[in-house]
């Protein structure tokens, strides 16, 4: 038996603009029946799901690709757990929160984990998929009888539960504080914890800024301070290393490690694989259809469920939720696949000096299909590097001959324009995108041509980040370079893009260089690396390209972590700190895997 799912994306849905296909063609309404009609209050398609066959006619039909119909196992039915509205979203299954314990959450952007916190925090009361007539609480007792989370609920019933949440989006904090850090901590610390904090994230030299004067990365762990400095029984931290280069994500999850030291429940939604590996005791996946549903998997080992997610199967559930398993085959970092000549650009020694910061590039070049990784802390000057071989930024010692054309994908998007983004995308390209062969090569791969009607404006943080990718890489160029490409994507996202990226640069015989945080990613798409040294807003220093092993060890030896590779699906792993393998491969001096 199945239960069906039928879901309409409100702001794809656009009846005056197209033919009224899906009621058209829908072959119960040719019978006689009503399954899909207009809704009189918002004009929009509405389907009927106990009407529907699932055919998915009206699916294929509708121009705007609004629609999606799922048909579930019916025993789900009796686990949905909150549903908003006819042909909206819906929640089956809630993971449980353990005292004393980190839980990460692993799944797509879109499956619910926002309906998960509000749930837990007390903030939403779930319906049970009764949204004409939520029930009461005791029903909701009596639907988890026997379960942890019927004590949860109990508490939050009668108040004993508070929850402190750190948000995903942080530059709202900015708005709604016009203070300082100090001040801002001063009004959340109930734990008397604000001096150690401070220190933990190295905040030290932002706490006097207000925080409309902070860059991300002070702002993400002033949100983390304010988040962990609460005296609450349950925490949530929602993509905290966004923004933050890989030391200061260490701090982050030593601070969110040390909750859970200290008894706290303490759950987590990260998209940087090697950092939820660190931060995680247990994984709950999600998977589902983004948008449409979403369900949360049974409590697995940090290890299993990061495995299970990439394979796109949970064996002890029998289900498999994605087509394809992603296997973390690393790119060849070998230089024989470069042949001579095939420089795109040559650099010489670059210096370039500011009233307080000052960096100094080694010389290097980059090749016709290579993707060159840089990576290191924040406030090095990675960014004034990729401006200078763009000639944005002139050098004050060294120049670059070769005038070459650059494509820039910059760390900071703009999401405050109102225009379509098949506009935008025109404009990059500079002609027409429907039916082209930069249609064909890159925005099909990179699932963009869904969005082609949607506003900029109205766009989530990953779909912009995936246009500002497909806009970059759409322009007709020697060298693309990306700044931060990770941000926002879901880890799905950023193993497609980081895959899509690598085969792009090397099939089309094009060049990238890429700036990013996840060590996950650039240890999958860089087939050589720049390693930047120094000090953070002072003096950078950066090394020339240097092959990817080499580069690595360097790195992971700065950040003094070793990594092993998981005999399963080939990621890296990070070593437990003290652990025998970590004080193994520190004694040889070994600190990335060996090939």
């Not at 039909?61 to 019916?74: E, G, K, M, R």
């Not at 893009?497 to 015989?509: A, E, I, P, T, W």
Request: glycine share 8%; with cysteine.
């Amino acid at each position: 038996m199945t239960h069906r799912v039928a879901v309409l994306d409100q702001d794809l849905c656009q009846p005056q603009k197209c033919g009224l296909e899906c009621i058209k063609y829908c072959p119960v309404n040719k019978s006689g029946a009503e399954c899909v009609t207009i809704n009189e209050l918002s004009k929009k398609a509405q389907i009927d799901e106990d009407v529907c066959n699932g055919c998915g006619i009206c699916v294929k039909v509708c121009p705007f690709d609004a629609i999606t119909i799922v048909n579930l196992a019916s025993e789900l039915a009796t686990d949905k757990i909150h549903q908003y509205g006819i042909n909206s979203f819906r929640l089956y299954k809630l993971p449980t929160p353990r005292k004393g314990e980190v839980v990460g959450l692993l799944g797509r952007n879109g499956m619910g984990k926002s309906t998960v916190v509000n749930i837990l925090s007390g903030k939403l009361k779930p319906n049970l998929g009764r949204y004409e007539d939520p029930p009461e609480w005791n029903e909701i007792f009596k639907h988890y009888s026997g379960t942890e989370l019927k004590n949860h609920f109990q508490k939050i019933e009668q108040n004993q539960i508070r929850a402190s949440i750190k948000p995903q989006q942080i530059h709202r904090l900015a708005e709604a504080f016009d203070g300082t850090g100090n001040e801002l901590l001063d009004k959340y610390d109930e734990r008397g914890v604000t001096r150690e904090l401070v220190r933990e994230l190295g905040l030290q030299n932002s706490m006097e800024k207000r925080l409309k004067e902070l860059s991300g990365g002070e702002l993400q762990r002033i949100a983390v301070a304010a988040a962990a400095s609460k005296d609450t029984e349950f925490y949530f931290f929602d993509e905290p290393s966004s923004y933050n280069d890989v030391y200061q994500r260490i701090g982050v999850a030593r601070v969110i490690q040390g909750l859970a030291k200290i008894g706290k429940s303490v759950m987590i939604v990260e998209h940087d694989l090697t950092l939820l590996d660190f931060l995680s005791d247990y994984i709950e996946v999600l998977y589902g259809e983004p948008t449409a549903y979403g369900i949360v998997s049974n409590i697995l080992s940090t290890k299993i469920g990061i495995n299970v997610f990439l394979d796109g199967y949970l064996p002890n559930e029998n289900v498999r939720f994605r087509d394809k398993r992603f296997s973390m085959d690393v790119s060849s970092s070998s230089t024989d696949i470069f042949q001579e000549g095939s420089d795109v650009v040559i650099y010489p020694k670059l210096e370039k000096k500011f009233d307080s910061f000052s960096v100094t590039i080694e010389p290097g070049r980059v090749r016709k299909g290579e993707v060159l990784g840089i990576m290191g802390a924040n406030a090095l000057g990675k960014t004034t590097m990729m401006k200078m071989i763009a000639g944005v930024e002139k050098p004050d010692i060294g120049s670059i001959d070769k005038k070459i054309k650059i494509a820039y994908k910059p760390q900071y998007l703009q999401n405050d324009s109102d225009v379509e983004v098949i506009a935008l995308l025109e404009k990059a390209s500079g002609g027409p995108i429907e039916g082209s062969q930069e249609e064909e090569q890159i925005l099909d791969p990179l699932k963009i041509k869904k969005l082609y009607n949607k506003s900029i404006r109205n766009l989530s943080g990953g779909e912009l980040q995936k246009i500002a990718v497909a806009s970059c890489l759409i322009q007709k160029v020697d060298l693309y370079a990306l700044d931060e490409p990770s941000a926002f994507l879901d880890v799905e996202d950023r193993i497609a893009v980081g895959k899509f990226l690598q085969k792009f640069v090397r099939s089309y015989g094009k060049s990238a260089i890429v700036i990013d945080h996840d060590l996950q990613l650039m240890d999958l798409v860089s087939d050589s690396m720049i390693i930047f040294e120094g000090e953070s807003g002072k003096a950078g220093l950066a090394t020339a390209p240097m092959p990817k092993h080499e580069a690595m060890n360097r790195f992971l030896k700065s950040l003094d972590m070793t990594f092993r590779r998981d005999e399963k699906s080939l990621r890296p792993r990070v070593n437990k700190i003290e652990s025998r393998l970590d004080k193994d491969q520190k004694s040889s001096g070994n600190f990335y895997y060996k090939h």
